[in-house]
């Protein structure tokens, strides 16, 4: 009881000291804020009277480096249906290629690049249940997409499942998820994504020391995008069986997984090897 009664007087001293540090000095609580978030991320999580005291004060940096609060990203609800999904980033150098399809969406998503951020945003989802989080690259949402319409549906669906088999096949995986949009960035031929479950699962597996087990046995496997607009796609499907088909499968995989995570050493060798092969094809 004692120890209790002195956890929550320390508790109550530094949320109380904060919230006045917000609304007296924010540009001081903001060059801090970097520093001392991890630490008030995890009083968050395990103390409910200071996740209370502290909500309204807990700031996010967008991807303009502007700190902002959860009020100013998240309106009011006009139901009790109503969610918002709030984007993450957890790696600006290596998600640089769906922050440039955000930005030229004219979308925004905050940084969250601390260890803390995994278990706080989970927690923050079940103290509000009017926002859900969902990082850059869980999902080609219908902001990057563009519309097939009725009279090209067929020879779409057609091109689509010659482009699963053609990527199954030169990749040897039968199990590997392929979808095929038309994207409004005609610069990417390829991305990947995994949906934000998924990778909580990977995330909970790492944490507990199950990642030596084999993720799709929770059907965490990514999804491997294609851009039906993009003229390297467009060759593969006129290119079925083209001496050069197998090569450029993989290496529009690879530069899709890439944007997506670190490849593993061995994947990376293979990716450097090809790359020299492309261009030595080029030199001829």
Not at 82 to 89: G, R
Not at 90 to 110: C, H, P, R, W
Request: hydrophobic residues 35%.
């Amino acid at each position: 009881g004692f120890v209790k009664k002195i956890s929550d007087y320390i508790t109550k001293k530094v949320a109380d000291k904060l919230t006045g540090m917000c609304k007296t000095d924010r540009e001081s609580y903001e060059k801090y804020w970097d520093d001392i978030s991890p630490f008030i991320k995890f009083g968050f999580i395990r103390d409910q009277k200071f996740a209370d005291k502290i909500k309204d004060y807990i700031l996010f940096k967008n991807m303009e480096h502007k700190y902002v609060t959860l009020s100013d990203l998240v309106p009011a609800p006009a139901n009790d249906d109503d969610v918002t999904t709030l984007y993450y980033i957890t790696d600006e150098v290596q998600q640089s290629q769906y922050i440039n399809m955000f930005k030229k969406e004219g979308l925004d998503a905050v940084i969250l690049s601390h260890n803390i951020d995994s278990p706080f945003i989970t927690q923050m989802e079940q103290k509000n249940e009017h926002i859900k989080f969902q990082r850059i690259d869980a999902d080609l949402t219908d902001h990057f997409k563009e519309d097939v319409s009725e009279e090209e549906k067929e020879a779409f669906k057609e091109k689509t499942d010659s482009l699963v088999e053609i990527f199954r096949k030169a990749l040897g995986n039968d199990k590997l998820e392929v979808k095929v949009e038309k994207m409004k960035d005609e610069n990417v031929a390829s991305m990947i994504t995994l949906s934000e479950e998924s990778r909580r699962m990977q995330e909970m597996m790492k944490m507990y020391g199950m990642s030596g087990m084999d993720p799709s046995m929770f059907g965490t496997n990514a999804t491997l995008i294609l851009n039906a607009n993009h003229p390297l796609v467009e060759y593969v499907v006129a290119h079925k069986d083209g001496e050069n088909t197998e090569i450029f499968c993989h290496q529009l995989y690879d530069l899709a997984m890439l944007a997506h995570k670190p490849l593993s050493p061995e994947e990376m060798t293979e990716f450097v090897k090809r790359s020299n092969e492309i261009m030595m094809k080029l030199a001829k």
